[in-house]
């Protein structure tokens, strides 16, 4: 049986995992950065937490890991996957250019292996500089990140990180101490993703098929995939908060 309990400090689901297909929370900004404040002070002087941050175009990702961090702003670094897309120069040189662009967001457009190799140095260094992604010119920049080394807590966030396939897997043995997926209806996924398209430009039309043609498959392997990985399925309560 589905269960669902009122703890009186917020809306806590939970979903039993046989008859439900996962375990998930509901819960809030206000109650995750509670956590990870808790997290925080129990770390030792250059002791690291690594959080995974997983979920589906459209599911609410950036916008949570950006609210913790502002709640927490000296215990949180955020370190988004956006960065490791490919530059546009690269997918020109792809056997396939159009449908590279055209499905750009797909896990083939992202450099997982240099991803991976500098989120597996980054833990081991305990800092990095890593490429963030300036969505006015469509491409990552430089060192645009800093990890700085001491205690924090680090969360990475991105749609396929807690993907079943190398070199997203070798994430879970090698980097994460905790792995979340971030749970959404899909419809609602794909409203949200639209609303983005359109408000970047598109015509209702374009962004309608380019959320059927890239977005939703995108999605679709992600929740397939990714819930089964993490130690932790939450979904934010819309009650009191919205993440677009």
């Known amino acids: ?38 997290i925080f002070d129990g770390l030792g002087l250059d002791q690291q937490h690594w959080i995974g941050l997983a979920g589906a175009p459209g599911s609410g990702k950036s916008t949570l890991a ?18 490791y897309h490919y530059y546009r120069h690269q997918l020109d040189a792809m056997e396939q250019p159009e449908m590279a662009h055209a499905r750009r967001g797909a896990p083939f457009t992202f450099d997982a292996e240099r991803l991976v190799d500098h989120l597996v140095a980054a833990r081991a260094r305990g800092q990095w500089l890593f490429p963030s992604f300036e969505h006015g010119k469509g491409d990552p920049v430089e060192s645009g990140i800093e990890l700085k080394a001491g ?7 991105g749609n396929y990180l807690l993907l079943d396939s190398e070199p997203w897997s070798l994430l879970r043995e090698q980097v994460f101490d905790d792995t979340w997926y971030l749970d959404l209806d899909l419809e609602e996924c794909a409203r949200r993703v639209m609303n983005r398209h359109v408000a970047t430009g598109k015509s209702p039309e374009v962004a309608a098929h380019r959320v059927a043609t ?31």
């Open 151 to 157: 205690r924090q807590i680090v969360i990475v966030e």
């Open 214 to 244: 890239n977005d939703r498959p995108n999605a679709e392997l992600v929740q397939n995939e990714s819930p089964k990985n993490a130690k932790r399925v939450i979904r934010v309560d819309s009650m009191g908060e919205r993440a677009e």
């Open 1 to 38: 049986m589905c269960l669902g309990i009122d703890t009186g400090a917020g809306l806590l689901a939970i979903l039993n995992s046989r008859e439900c297909g996962m375990q998930s929370t509901y819960t809030s900004y206000d109650q995750l950065a509670g956590e990870l404040a808790m």
């Open 66 to 83: 950006e609210a913790v961090r502002e709640r927490l702003p000296s215990a949180i670094t955020v370190i988004p996957m956006d960065g």
